[in-house]
C-alpha cells in the first residue's frame, strides 16, 4: 500500500456504532459519550436524579474498566450519566418508541432512568438460575414508549447503570446513544391470520376473485394435513381462502416505503397465492407483475414442503387494499403423500426498514486512484417495490464532537437493484466517526448507522 499519510491507531477492526453526538447531530439520535462516572459500592438511592455523583471517578464507557485502574476488581460497580433528551425526538420516533442502547456490558445489569427501573439483564442474587450466568456477550438495547412520563424531555435525565462483575473483564465497554426505535421493527408489528380457513377440493381461477361466494366450501384448521382434517387420501388441487383486516394499529405507521411480509408456514408441495384476484407469489417467490391467468408450471421440480412460505408487498402496491378488506386466496397442489397448509400460517407484518435495505460495508475502507482513503457503502434494495429516497453523510471529530463534513445524495433503487456509494475520507490529525443514513422520500430516517475511522489522515 502506498497510502503514507495514514497513521494507525489501533487494529483495523471496524465496528458499528449506530449512533451520534448529542448536540450536533441529527434530532433523532443521541450519543452518550463522555461525563461516565462510576462508583465500586452499592445503593439503591445510586440510581436516582437527586443523587449527588460529583465525586465519582469519571471513566470512558468504550473500554472495560479492567484497563481503567480496576483491574482485578470483581463484584458490583454503578454507572451514571447525565443528559438532556430534546423533545425535538418525538418527531423522529416514526414507531413511537425510544431505545437506549448500552452496547455489551460484563457481566449483569440493571438499567435505571431517573430512578426508575427499566429493565435488565440476569441480576446477581436477583434470580438463582442467573446468579453466575454471564450476559457479557449480550448487546443491551432498552425501549421505552415515547410517551412514557419516565422521561424528561428538554430536561435532564439520569441514567444509572448497576452491573455485577464475576471475573475477568469488568463494565461497559461499547458505545452508549439513544435512539428513536425506527431501525429494528421486525416482529414488532403485525397482525395474525385466523387459524380457520374456507377450503375445497377443485380448481378455479375464480376462487382467487373477491366476489366468488364461497360460503358453501368448507372450514378447515390449517396447520395440519388435510388428510388428518377430514380428507384422506387426496392428492391434486386444492384452495384456501380468508379475508383479512389490516388493524389501524398497523396502518398508522404506513408510509410510501412501507413493505408487507405474508407469513404462511410451510405448504406441501407447491403453491400459488393470490390477493384481491392478483398473484403475489408462488412456492416462495414474489411475483411483480400484475398477472391473474391460470398455469400449471408452479408445479415442477422439487418439492417446496419444507419451506416456510413468506410473500412481501408493498402497502402502495394496487393489489393491496390498504383501507378496506383484504382476501388472500392460496392454491395448492400436492403431488403425493401429505397435503396443504401443513404449518399454521403466522401474520401480516410490517417489514423492517433494515430487512428491505440491505447495507454492505464488506469494502468500507478503499484506496482511490489518487491514493486517497474512501468509505465505500453498498445499498441493495430487497423489497418487491421501487425506493426513492437519499442517503447522507457525516464525518465528525470524535473529541470534540466537531461537525467535519458532510453530504447528501438522492437514490432511486428498482426491486432488487444496487448501487455503490463512495466518499473520499477528509485528511485530518483527529480521529473521526462516520455516520450514514437512509431516508425516505418524506426525509424520515429508516436506517441510521455510524462507523469508526480507525485511522488519523495526516495533511
Known amino acids: 500500500m502506498k497510502l503514507n499519510k495514514i497513521l494507525l491507531l489501533s487494529t483495523i477492526v471496524i465496528s458499528l456504532l449506530n449512533s451520534c453526538t448529542e448536540k450536533h447531530f441529527a434530532d433523532s439520535e443521541i450519543l452518550l ?49 447525565h443528559v438532556v433528551i430534546p423533545s425535538s425526538v418525538k418527531n423522529k420516533a416514526v414507531m413511537k418508541k425510544i431505545s437506549f442502547h448500552l452496547g455489551q456490558i460484563d457481566d449483569s445489569d440493571r438499567f435505571y432512568l431517573n430512578g426508575h427501573l427499566i429493565g435488565s439483564n440476569g441480576e446477581l442474587g436477583l434470580n438463582p438460575a442467573d446468579s453466575l450466568k454471564s450476559f457479557a456477550q449480550v448487546s443491551r438495547v432498552y425501549e421505552m414508549d415515547i410517551n412514557d412520563k419516565r422521561i424528561l424531555w428538554d430536561r435532564e435525565n439520569t441514567i444509572a447503570i448497576r452491573v455485577v462483575d464475576f471475573g475477568g473483564g469488568l463494565g461497559m465497554n461499547s458505545p452508549a446513544f439513544i435512539t428513536t426505535s425506527h431501525i429494528k421493527l421486525r416482529n414488532l408489528l403485525s397482525t395474525s391470520f385466523n387459524t380457520k380457513w374456507k377450503f375445497i377440493m377443485a380448481d378455479s381461477i375464480n376462487f382467487s376473485r373477491e366476489d366468488y361466494d364461497d360460503k358453501k366450501w368448507t372450514i378447515i384448521d390449517a396447520g395440519q394435513e388435510w388428510e388428518t382434517a377430514g380428507f384422506p387420501d387426496y392428492d391434486g388441487y386444492a384452495w384456501y381462502r380468508q379475508c383479512f383486516d389490516v388493524p389501524k394499529s398497523l396502518t398508522k405507521y404506513f408510509t410510501d416505503q412501507t413493505v408487507l411480509e405474508f407469513n404462511l408456514g410451510k405448504i406441501d408441495d407447491y403453491d400459488q397465492v393470490y390477493l384481491n384476484g392478483q398473484l403475489i407469489g408462488e412456492n416462495n417467490k414474489d411475483i411483480h407483475s400484475l398477472k391473474q391467468d391460470l398455469n400449471n408450471n408452479f408445479k415442477k421440480g422439487n418439492s417446496w414442503a419444507n419451506t416456510p412460505r413468506r410473500y412481501r408487498i408493498s402497502v402502495d402496491d394496487p393489489r393491496f387494499h390498504r383501507h378496506s378488506s383484504n382476501l388472500i386466496a392460496i392454491r395448492v397442489f400436492d403431488s403425493g403423500g401429505g397435503g396443504g397448509m401443513i404449518e399454521r400460517p403466522g401474520s401480516v407484518k410490517i417489514v423492517s426498514p433494515d430487512e428491505q435495505l440491505l447495507l454492505d460495508y464488506s469494502k468500507f475502507l478503499s484506496i482511490n486512484k489518487a491514493n486517497k482513503l474512501d468509505t465505500v457503502v453498498l445499498i441493495k434494495n430487497r423489497a418487491s417495490s421501487s425506493f426513492t429516497g437519499s442517503v447522507s453523510y457525516s464525518f465528525w471529530k470524535k473529541k470534540t464532537k466537531e461537525l467535519f463534513a458532510v453530504g447528501a445524495s438522492r437514490i432511486v433503487l428498482k426491486p432488487m437493484d444496487s448501487t455503490w456509494f463512495r466518499i473520499s475520507v477528509p485528511q485530518t490529525l483527529d480521529e473521526l466517526h462516520f455516520s450514514f443514513k437512509v431516508s425516505d422520500a418524506k426525509d424520515a430516517v429508516l436506517i441510521s448507522e455510524r462507523k469508526n475511522i480507525p485511522f488519523v489522515l495526516k495533511n
Request: hydrophobic share 30%; net charge negative.
Open 33 to 81: 459519550d463522555g461525563a461516565w462516572r462510576v462508583k465500586t459500592s452499592d445503593s439503591i438511592k445510586y440510581s436516582t436524579s437527586a443523587y449527588e455523583d460529583s465525586t465519582w471517578i469519571e471513566i470512558d464507557e468504550q473500554k472495560p474498566l479492567d484497563v481503567q485502574g480496576f483491574r482485578d476488581y470483581d463484584g458490583i460497580v454503578w454507572y451514571r450519566y
